[in-house]
Nanobody, 123 residues
Framework: QVQLVESGGGLVQAGGSLRLSCAASGFTFSSWSMGWFRQAPGKEREFVAAITWNGGSTIYADPVKGRFTISRDNAKNTVYLQMNSLKPEDTAVYRC????????????????WGQGTQVTVSS
């Protein structure tokens, strides 16, 4: 069955970096666009970044532009989120997801979801 498993979260000080990974299985990863979303306590899930099936194009939410980078390795069925210059407001559960649409931003455009990994940024 389809599985998306995130890893790499943790506790980091403001200004630090983390690299999240999402390992996919059970579907043809290289044919799907991938995205990252996050949800902070008491807030709605929000779009963070997305990448096309071949990694040729990416988009980012304004709050993370210039600090986060999404990438993928289709040979490893894995998508990454490099997070630099982290801020306390980046604290959230981060989830990866798969979409048939190019560079999808909406939750409804994603078919498969991981369980998430916690990122906590201390001030």
């Amino acid at each position: 069955q389809v599985q998306l498993v995130e890893s790499g979260g943790g506790l980091v000080q403001a200004g630090g970096s983390l690299r999240l990974s999402c390992a996919a299985s059970g579907f043809t990863f290289s044919s799907w666009s991938m995205g990252w979303f996050r949800q902070a306590p008491g807030k709605e899930r929000e779009f963070v970044a997305a990448i096309t099936w071949n990694g040729g194009s990416t988009i980012y939410a304004d709050p993370v532009k210039g600090r986060f980078t999404i990438s993928r390795d289709n040979a490893k069925n894995t998508v990454y989120l490099q997070m630099n210059s982290l801020k306390p407001e980046d604290t959230a559960v981060y989830r990866c997801a798969a979409s048939r649409n190019l560079l999808a931003r909406l939750l409804s455009e994603y078919n498969y979801w991981g369980q998430g990994t916690q990122v906590t940024v201390s001030s």
